[in-house]
């Protein structure tokens, strides 16, 4: 590849992951704007129930979504070294990780002090399907090429392996995200509480799915179309 070319290919890199950043910021805007502003706050205890929910949808967003979607591109888009990257990407997701066990603690927590059944929906289904593939996929990558790390030829045949799995898991955590927001908003629009089916909360909640639907094709675009710039 010439020189106009490689500066070409890096200038549609950057912006792929500029959009990728700049979907990221928003959803955790919108995410926090709806739960701090439209339904009270944040708290893991309270007397406040659904203060404790509201910690659910908030880290699972910033943490399987937002963080997730960052150490994805990291791995290949940080300008620094390459054992540099890799700490990134291990880092970021372990931390997307934590979050995300934060949430579904929350969400129990939740459900027990409320009288509320557990893993009664599609949504609770996939989401511990997603948090557990999730785990498995970071404890897989740190044994494999962090420590005790395996040998070159097995690390080079994982590689593929590793990169398809951990897209397929960041879908699976979009789309059971979608769920949730669905499953939220019907509750929040049925008795007793009755939000109005146009009223601002419903449009914020509408909204804030849509960008993080956006985050999630921006990120897979950006993951399998940086190799395809490389020769």
């Known amino acids: ?3 106009k070319g490689a500066s070409a290919s890096k200038a549609a890199v950057d912006a792929r992951t500029l959009v990728v950043h700049v979907l990221a910021v928003a959803a955790t805007v919108l995410v926090l704007l709806w739960c701090v502003h439209f339904r009270g706050g944040l708290a893991l205890r309270s007397h406040d129930k659904p203060l404790i929910f509201n910690v659910h949808p908030v880290l699972m967003v910033v943490g399987l979504i937002v963080l997730a979607g960052e150490a994805i591109l990291s791995y290949r888009s940080l300008p620094v070294s390459r054992d540099a990257r890799k700490k990134a990407h291990l880092a970021l997701h372990a931390a997307g990780l934590a979050a995300g066990l934060l949430g579904v603690y929350a969400v129990f927590k939740f459900h027990v002090e409320s009288g509320i059944p557990n893993l009664y929906s599609l949504h609770s289904w996939l989401g511990i399907a997603t948090i557990s593939l999730y785990a498995l996929q970071w404890l897989a990558g740190f044994l494999a ?13 994982m590689l593929p392996w590793h990169a398809v799995l951990g897209l397929l898991v960041f879908v699976l955590a979009v789309g059971t995200a979608q769920l949730g927001f669905l499953e939220k908003l019907t509750f929040l629009q049925g008795p007793p509480l009755r939000l109005p089916k146009y009223g601002a909360e419903a449009l914020l909640v509408n909204f804030t799915a849509v960008v993080v639907l956006l985050l999630g094709i921006a990120v897979v675009l950006a993951a399998v179309t940086i190799d395809g710039t490389r020769q």
């Open 145 to 157: 090429f962090f420590f005790p790390g395996a040998s070159p030829a097995t690390r080079r045949a």
């Open 1 to 3: 590849m010439d020189m």
